[in-house]
């Protein structure tokens, strides 16, 4: 089984395509990088921050046949390079919902609108990896730009897979709505 990696950017539905992956049969790395051992500016990571980790990624992707989450949005070229026939899923979403939902979930998890980036700062993120894995890929038959929306209509056709009977998953759905301001501080 080839190699699969979504490298949407946070709050485009990376955690739905784990759980579609895992529908799917693959063995999914979901998320959760042991922060202990990687330290990186916790709002604004960039592809050469995940460089020095390149031999603990590597085993990481060794273990796995799909993933989902970080650091695969900021190391898709490395991963790309390690694996040629992997395919490369890119998730697109609103920038100012990406922001919003961003923001969102921080607040959700405590940390006060004072010391939060403005929502063009995560737009900005967003637009630009966006951007740079578009064109990394452009031509490529194993890359696909797909909404997490669209579901198993672009997914399946795109892996090879038949489409399931079950519905496809809608992690985290509305989960980063309308949260408080205040509450415990998230722990990267």
Known sequence: ????????????????????????????????????????????????????????????????????DYPWMFCYKKCHEWYPDAKFILLQRDANE???????????????????????????????????????????PNFLIMNIEEGWASLCPFLGKDTPLQEFPHSNKGQYQNQPTYGPHYNI
């Open 1 to 68: 089984m080839n190699k699969v990696f979504c490298i949407g950017m946070y709050k485009t539905g990376t955690t739905t395509m784990g759980a579609a992956f895992q529908v799917l049969g693959y063995n999914t790395f979901l998320g959760g990088w042991p922060k202990d051992k990687m330290i990186f500016d916790r709002w604004f990571q960039t592809p050469d921050e995940w460089d020095k980790y390149d031999d603990i990624i590597k085993k990481k992707t060794e273990e796995y046949d799909a993933f989902e």
């Open 98 to 140: 990406v922001a919003e939902s961003d923001l969102n979930m921080w607040r959700k998890e405590g940390v006060a609108e004072q010391d939060l980036p403005p929502a063009q700062k995560f737009i900005d993120r967003y637009e630009k990896q966006f951007k740079e894995a578009s064109e990394y890929f452009k031509n490529n």
